[in-house]
């Protein structure tokens, strides 16, 4: 142990140069000072409440156009009826389906955020966030009317989105309250 | 959910064993365990052995005397230099591999060709021993390929509802105190083939393979929010990676200065890259896709984001057509890896059962081990010192008859959690309707007993009971 004292003696007194507030939390402090400004790039996390849905808006016609033109029916199949990767579009009862059963935007998916939030993140899979807001905006409006979730000419922005009803939104149990 | 055992079936196994020796301690006056050893004692039906008895010495093998012949060459042949005796060897790599005798032991792809859905590598478990399992071998998920990152260019950022948002260089990061924990991470669709109505033929591997466990050395998450300050209003943390679907997880504040880690050494050395180079989040006992790898940003919020994952893929339907959120804890878990599917055994005689068992609400507490589809059971020997969330691996010494048996195992944890029986756990959480692919999840979260059937030729399968 007697090897270890003089580094611990250098130890403490370079703490002694350290900033008072880093002493005050006792950890390295070793972090650069950022502002939400230049965290915004990155910030794509849209919460259930809407928060952070940025500006912009689109319409069911404007997304039917891009749905075709960026590519999603590759994958997801003419009007969203799935092909190698989900199925969009239909409500099929989770109960006759059984626990294996198809989760849909319809039939299961709890919030209209996380439509918004999962699309404008990582769609297009092959060429992720090269959608602007405002076709994120019309893909999710797109979505939600061939769901029969709102209305043809509905508006998708930031302040409609969030209040789209989604008819499962009730049916979820929280498996552990105490861990929460 | 819990489960009680019939209690009359339990064998006290320690005390019977035991009780005997003293008595013949005392009446003989010295020990005479070497010239007058007991047979094996059984524990339990269809030659479950004390599980203590490999551990003392001098003990007969009374199946090994009876059925020798499996034992012991026929007839043994002069011994002589191999050809690899006879010259000097191969030079030194810079990196080892395993032997050319071992390339069967690798991962499982699901999707080899890097098609645009996830690939799940699935780890090799029933050809590995220990409990840890080797970083070139941990099973992984990469939902859009494995990024290329330069660890000088990666960021970390934690802002939100935090008093100063704060940028870390990876650096920087490495010069953090670090804790060194063995955790296992569980994708928590793991075994989920065992949701099938009928049981999949198929191996440890492609039932259970989507769990592992390592070493893991980081920096408490606790430290880097203690630096950012947390709002006292904040009640979630959203994690996301630099991955190019930015994968994302909301995790309780809980959570979060409880256990929660930066990952950035697996095993002794850095992270592989499809583990989550150069540093990941790890939740030890929580399911694994929570463990946001590339860990690039971390979001201080009053409320769960319901990103696609948890929304969706691990939000686990139940029969009635509800569903669970916020599952999160990989439950009280145990499997047999050896025998299993696609072993054979070689006839009646001397064998020991070995298998994994975890949970993700703490340490194991006991594996009992049953040869006759949970009729009887054995305690089977525990191999320590036990870690929380972590890997533990039980042994239960065998003397097969060569009749027809059915091995099971089952866990306890010190939550007084148990791995429900299969009755059970269908009751409450359903079956599929239909025998799914072996590679699809119809569910999550499955945590019952695994049994294998064994037949008189010592052929394995997958069986419920």
């Given at each position: 142990m007697s090897t270890c004292r003089p580094f611990a003696a250098a130890f403490i007194f370079a703490l002694a140069l350290v900033p008072a507030a880093a002493i005050a939390a006792d950890t390295p402090g070793l972090g650069k000072p950022i502002s939400e400004a230049d965290v915004k790039a990155w910030d794509v996390t849209v919460l259930p409440s809407g928060a952070n849905l940025p500006p912009g808006h689109g319409t069911p016609a404007e997304g039917a156009k891009l749905y075709v033109d960026k590519g999603c029916v590759a994958c997801?199949?003419?009007?969203?009826k799935g092909g190698t990767s989900n199925v969009l579009v239909g409500r099929p009862s989770l109960v006759d389906g059984g626990i294996a059963a198809n989760k849909t935007i319809a039939n299961f998916w709890a919030w209209p955020t996380t439509v918004f939030d999962y699309m404008r993140r990582a769609m297009p899979w092959p060429a992720p966030r090269t959608l602007s807001d405002d076709e994120v905006y019309a893909l999710c409006a797109y979505l939600f009317a061939i769901n029969n979730l709102i209305g043809e000419n509905d508006v998708m922005n930031a302040q409609t989105l969030p209040n789209v009803k989604m008819p499962n939104h009730d049916n979820f149990i929280v498996k552990f309250p105490d861990r929460i | 959910m819990s489960g009680t055992l019939p209690a009359p079936t339990i064998m006290k196994a320690e005390r019977r064993c035991k009780t005997p020796i003293r008595q013949e301690e005392k009446t003989m006056g010295k020990r005479k365990r070497n010239n007058a050893a007991p047979p094996l004692e059984p524990v339990a039906g269809n030659g479950l052995l004390h599980r203590r008895a490999l551990l003392g010495s001098g003990i007969v093998f009374a199946g090994a005397l009876s059925t020798g012949a499996a034992l012991t060459r026929a007839s043994a042949e002069p011994l002589k230099d191999a050809e690899w005796s006879l010259a000097p060897g191969e030079v030194t790599p810079v990196l080892q591999k395993p032997s050319r005798f071992e390339a069967n032991v690798v991962r499982t792809l699901s999707n080899p060709k890097g098609e645009p859905r996830t690939q799940h590598a699935r780890a090799p478990l029933q050809m590995l021993d220990g409990t840890i399992t080797p970083n070139p071998l941990h099973f992984t998920i990469l939902h859009s390929g494995i990024p290329d990152i330069d660890p000088e260019q990666h960021r970390l950022v934690i802002h939100g509802m935090v008093r100063q948002p704060l940028e870390y260089t990876v650096d920087a990061l490495l010069r953090y105190p670090m804790v060194t924990r063995k955790h296992f991470?569980?994708?928590?669709?793991?075994?989920?083939?065992?949701?099938?109505?009928q049981p999949i033929q198929a191996t440890v591997q492609a039932l259970h393979g989507l769990v592992s466990c390592a070493e893991w050395t980081g920096v408490l998450l606790s430290t880097l929010l203690d630096e950012a300050g947390v709002d006292p209003k904040a009640s979630w943390i959203v994690a996301e990676g630099a991955d190019a679907l930015l994968v994302s997880r909301s995790v309780p504040l809980k959570k979060a200065y409880d256990d929660a880690m930066l990952a950035f050494y697996q095993n002794g050395e850095r992270l592989m890259p499809g583990n989550g180079y150069p540093v990941r989040l790890l939740l030890p006992g929580y399911e694994g896709n929570m463990d946001t790898k590339f860990l690039r940003r971390i979001k201080v919020v009053d409320q769960p984001a319901m990103t696609y994952?948890?929304?969706?893929?691990y939000s686990p339907l139940l029969p009635d057509g509800k569903a669970y959120k916020f599952y999160?804890?990989?439950?009280?878990?145990?499997?047999i890896t050896r025998p299993s599917f696609g072993y054979r055994l070689k006839g009646p005689g001397f064998?020991?059962?070995?298998?994994?068992?975890?949970?993700?609400?703490g340490r194991?507490?006991?594996v009992l081990v049953s040869a006759d589809g949970g009729k009887s059971w054995g305690e089977a020997a525990v191999e320590g010192p036990v870690s929380p969330k972590a890997f533990t691996r039980f042994t239960m010494p065998w003397r097969w008859d060569g009749q027809p048996v059915i091995l099971t195992s089952r866990a306890w944890d010190d939550s007084d959690a148990v791995q429900p029986l299969r009755a059970d756990f269908v009751a409450a959480r359903g079956e599929a309707k239909t025998v799914p692919n072996v590679l699809g999840f119809p569910n999550q979260h499955y945590n019952s007993l695994t049994s294998w059937g064994i037949d008189s030729n010592g052929e394995v399968k997958h069986v419920y009971v």
């Amino acid at each position: 142990m007697s090897t270890c004292r003089p580094f611990a003696a250098a130890f403490i007194f370079a703490l002694a140069l350290v900033p008072a507030a880093a002493i005050a939390a006792d950890t390295p402090g070793l972090g650069k000072p950022i502002s939400e400004a230049d965290v915004k790039a990155w910030d794509v996390t849209v919460l259930p409440s809407g928060a952070n849905l940025p500006p912009g808006h689109g319409t069911p016609a404007e997304g039917a156009k891009l749905y075709v033109d960026k590519g999603c029916v590759a994958c997801h199949g003419e009007g969203g009826k799935g092909g190698t990767s989900n199925v969009l579009v239909g409500r099929p009862s989770l109960v006759d389906g059984g626990i294996a059963a198809n989760k849909t935007i319809a039939n299961f998916w709890a919030w209209p955020t996380t439509v918004f939030d999962y699309m404008r993140r990582a769609m297009p899979w092959p060429a992720p966030r090269t959608l602007s807001d405002d076709e994120v905006y019309a893909l999710c409006a797109y979505l939600f009317a061939i769901n029969n979730l709102i209305g043809e000419n509905d508006v998708m922005n930031a302040q409609t989105l969030p209040n789209v009803k989604m008819p499962n939104h009730d049916n979820f149990i929280v498996k552990f309250p105490d861990r929460i | 959910m819990s489960g009680t055992l019939p209690a009359p079936t339990i064998m006290k196994a320690e005390r019977r064993c035991k009780t005997p020796i003293r008595q013949e301690e005392k009446t003989m006056g010295k020990r005479k365990r070497n010239n007058a050893a007991p047979p094996l004692e059984p524990v339990a039906g269809n030659g479950l052995l004390h599980r203590r008895a490999l551990l003392g010495s001098g003990i007969v093998f009374a199946g090994a005397l009876s059925t020798g012949a499996a034992l012991t060459r026929a007839s043994a042949e002069p011994l002589k230099d191999a050809e690899w005796s006879l010259a000097p060897g191969e030079v030194t790599p810079v990196l080892q591999k395993p032997s050319r005798f071992e390339a069967n032991v690798v991962r499982t792809l699901s999707n080899p060709k890097g098609e645009p859905r996830t690939q799940h590598a699935r780890a090799p478990l029933q050809m590995l021993d220990g409990t840890i399992t080797p970083n070139p071998l941990h099973f992984t998920i990469l939902h859009s390929g494995i990024p290329d990152i330069d660890p000088e260019q990666h960021r970390l950022v934690i802002h939100g509802m935090v008093r100063q948002p704060l940028e870390y260089t990876v650096d920087a990061l490495l010069r953090y105190p670090m804790v060194t924990r063995k955790h296992f991470v569980e994708c928590g669709g793991n075994s989920a083939p065992l949701f099938s109505p009928q049981p999949i033929q198929a191996t440890v591997q492609a039932l259970h393979g989507l769990v592992s466990c390592a070493e893991w050395t980081g920096v408490l998450l606790s430290t880097l929010l203690d630096e950012a300050g947390v709002d006292p209003k904040a009640s979630w943390i959203v994690a996301e990676g630099a991955d190019a679907l930015l994968v994302s997880r909301s995790v309780p504040l809980k959570k979060a200065y409880d256990d929660a880690m930066l990952a950035f050494y697996q095993n002794g050395e850095r992270l592989m890259p499809g583990n989550g180079y150069p540093v990941r989040l790890l939740l030890p006992g929580y399911e694994g896709n929570m463990d946001t790898k590339f860990l690039r940003r971390i979001k201080v919020v009053d409320q769960p984001a319901m990103t696609y994952y948890e929304s969706r893929n691990y939000s686990p339907l139940l029969p009635d057509g509800k569903a669970y959120k916020f599952y999160f804890v990989q439950e009280v878990k145990s499997f047999i890896t050896r025998p299993s599917f696609g072993y054979r055994l070689k006839g009646p005689g001397f064998y020991e059962i070995s298998g994994i068992a975890y949970s993700g609400s703490g340490r194991i507490e006991k594996v009992l081990v049953s040869a006759d589809g949970g009729k009887s059971w054995g305690e089977a020997a525990v191999e320590g010192p036990v870690s929380p969330k972590a890997f533990t691996r039980f042994t239960m010494p065998w003397r097969w008859d060569g009749q027809p048996v059915i091995l099971t195992s089952r866990a306890w944890d010190d939550s007084d959690a148990v791995q429900p029986l299969r009755a059970d756990f269908v009751a409450a959480r359903g079956e599929a309707k239909t025998v799914p692919n072996v590679l699809g999840f119809p569910n999550q979260h499955y945590n019952s007993l695994t049994s294998w059937g064994i037949d008189s030729n010592g052929e394995v399968k997958h069986v419920y009971v």
